[in-house]
């Protein structure tokens, strides 16, 4: 179904708060909606429920990150505007959205957790102007990090304790975590490794990971790796830095390495 074919009607949405969601959620990277939500609720912290809590559901002006099947969809930002048994009720915001929704993932977030369900366009409505989708069925949950994570993509360094040196492309990282892709198919949760980096004029992490989650489903980029970063109060200093340079780059006028090893 296309949204094309609907005109929605002028809606006074309750006014937004910054949205967080978009910063927390990685990029997609061409990822099919499955592996991509794999990638983000992973299987052991993922808890499922049959429904949206009623909190979450009766929150006025709750904020969503929708994604279209398409692996091209990036996500676009919507409100919560309705919400029954059988179907929920949203309004964009801003002024672009995708242009063919049908099977979709949507992800929520409350103070504490992230939820996430996957639903079917159904159309926008004609007197509310709302988008309606089907109302979940099947909701996930897990505890939202404190932390955003910074989507980047530069070159990696693994070195194994096996002696093997590979070659990977950053995906995200934050204090304590970080993903990445590669063609190794053999790392398995609980391994231990080097992992080294370099964010372009802002400095290098180099520290011990460990593989918390693997999935070898991940499309033409290879196997994504989640990790755990073993870090130093040091190197927790230099990732602290790194993320900040990242995010905001007048920093990195003068900014020198920090030697965290």
């Known amino acids: ?25 990685p990029m997609r990277s061409g990822l099919n909606m499955a592996e991509y939500h794999l990638s983000i609720m992973g299987d052991t912290e993922c808890r499922h429920m049959a429904a949206l809590p009623p909190a979450l559901c009766g929150q006025e002006g709750q904020q969503a990150v929708i994604f279209a099947d398409d692996t091209g969809d990036s996500g676009h930002v919507f409100q919560l505007r309705s919400c029954t048994p059988e179907v929920l009720g949203f309004t964009p915001l801003g002024d672009r959205v995708w242009d063919r929704y049908g099977r979709c993932l949507v992800f929520l977030e409350s103070a504490t957790e992230i939820f996430s369900f996957f639903t079917l366009f159904r159309g926008v409505a004609p007197d509310s102007g709302f988008w309606h989708f089907d109302a979940p069925r099947f ?12 989507a980047l993509e530069v070159p990696v360094v693994l070195r194994r304790r096996d002696g093997r040196v590979e070659k990977a492309v950053l995906h995200d990282f934050s204090p304590g975590g970080a993903s990445f892709f590669t063609d190794g198919q053999d790392f398995r ?6 992992l080294e980096f370099e964010v372009p004029g802002c400095g290098t992490c180099e520290t011990l990971v460990t593989a918390v989650r693997t999935d070898a489903r991940s499309g033409p980029r290879g196997t994504l790796v989640a990790v ?8 927790k200093k230099q990732v602290e830095h790194l993320l900040l340079c990242q995010e905001y780059p007048q920093l990195r006028a003068g900014t020198r390495d920090m030697d965290n090893r």
Do not use: I, N, W
């Open 189 to 194: 949760p609980g391994e231990v490794f080097l």
């Open 228 to 235: 755990r970063l073993v870090l130093t109060e040091k190197q």
């Open 139 to 150: 909701v996930y949950h897990r505890p939202k990090r404190q932390r955003r994570r910074l």
């Open 1 to 25: 179904m296309t949204t094309d074919s609907f005109s929605p009607a002028p809606a006074d949405p309750v006014p937004p708060e910054p949205c967080t969601l978009p910063v927390l959620l």
